[in-house]
């Protein structure tokens, strides 16, 4: 296993900079990465590496990351990742010789390894796909489950690699950050953000809040914000049923922020919506510089 962890990363260091110098950097096999100026990050033997100038504490745990993979893996998002898959074979150069795609906020890394696996059944380019999070937690995870992608602990306002390395930047319901964006695509890569649309979660929202506010969810400010940020070339709404048993439920309540701080009677109410469908509704945007 230490094998395959040490070959994704090292073969593909070059795409890296150091995070405290910013100066390229270079493998020691099966060890660690070193910046020109001697700046060293171990690997992982889970198979990652840290790549944070310093270590945070965030508010995504273990259990959080479990929920997410739990439901991933009943097919919750099996019709975005068709979507996402689908977008990439149909604008992928045909020229390319390998694509470099970055999952910037990838958790526990299912949504990368879901994507990248439909791709590399249809098309012959070489998907190097490599996800970064600032949750060591998942991060640790990702890189368990998936040995063949890079998988590094990175804070995406200072990302650990350098300019114009990625083909395609995926950034999935996660917070963006667009100049560090603009810096890592290359000339003729795109951007591809996912954000809920109006009745994502709706039932669930419903069964919380009631007739509140916190029912309503509107997406024009983030569409604006990326519209003002990259040239839009391209925009998909997707929507489906996803029928909750109580196991999904579970992870649902786990891994979704609109429970979190939920109050001993509002997850009473949710309780009644195993065995109910729920709604999936998401926008896919798709971006170039």
Known sequence: ML???????????????????????HNVPATSLVCNNHHSFDLS?????HLAARTYKTKYDKQMFAARRAIGEQGFFDPLYAVLSEVILHTTEPEENQMYVLDAGCGEGYHLTQVRQRVMQTSQIPFIGVGVDLAKEGV????????EVVWCVGDLTKAPFADRQFHYILNLL???????????????????????AANYLRELRE???????KTQYTNHRTIDHFQASFQLIGKERVQYQFRLDERSLSSLLQMTPLAWGAAPEQLERVSDLAGVDVTIDLVVLIGRK
Not at 174 to 196: Q, W
Not at 207 to 213: D, F, I
Request: net charge negative; aromatic share 8%; charged share 20%.
């Open 3 to 25: 094998f395959l962890i040490s070959t994704a990363i090292s073969l593909h260091a070059e795409i890296f900079r150091c995070p405290i110098c910013q100066a390229s950097m």
């Open 140 to 147: 640790m995870l990702a890189a368990k489950s998936d040995p």
């Open 174 to 196: 996660s917070p963006s950050n667009t100049d560090e964006f603009h810096r890592l695509l290359a000339d003729d890569g795109r951007m591809i953000k996912v954000i809920p």
């Open 45 to 49: 033997k889970h198979g990652y590496v």
């Open 207 to 213: 069964a919380l809040y009631q007739e509140t506010p």
